[in-house]
């Protein structure tokens, strides 16, 4: 498995930017599709975004963050990225990077389909 490390959580106002970053360690992280969910208090675990691997030429958004976040990669410092612009109070939730093994498929969009994890990020958006 590789070894995930999330940071760039925070407390920022709506209409703020916050940019998450997720350092892999261990397996080739280029081999990895990877993925941002998000948790609230008392709310299942939702997907956020997700990308390919190898290169990041398919990514993937929820429709509540679409147009705000955006995901990318950069395989040589082993890290992917979730830009949120014009955030919400509805965005705080503790962010989580998942990653998936050489999936057959572009793009994975549920909490089992991935087989690593990191610890996640705070995020809290004041109105």
Not at 55 to 77: L, M, Q
Request: aromatic share 14%; proline share 4%.
């Amino acid at each position: 498995q590789v070894q995930l490390v999330e940071s760039g959580g925070g407390l920022v106002q709506a209409g703020g930017s916050l940019r998450l970053s997720c350092a892999a360690s261990g397996r080739t992280f280029s081999n990895y599709g990877m993925g941002w969910f998000r948790q609230a208090p008392g709310k299942e675990r939702e997907f956020v975004a997700a990308i390919s691997w190898p290169a990041g030429s398919h990514t993937y958004y929820a429709d509540s963050v679409k147009g705000r976040f955006t995901i990318s990669r950069d395989n040589a410092k082993n890290t992917v990225y979730l830009q949120m612009n014009k955030l919400k109070p509805e965005d705080t939730a503790v962010y989580y990077c998942a990653g998936k093994w050489r999936g057959r498929d572009n793009v994975y969009y549920t909490p089992p389909d991935y087989d690593s994890w990191g610890q996640g990020t705070q995020v809290t958006v004041s109105s």
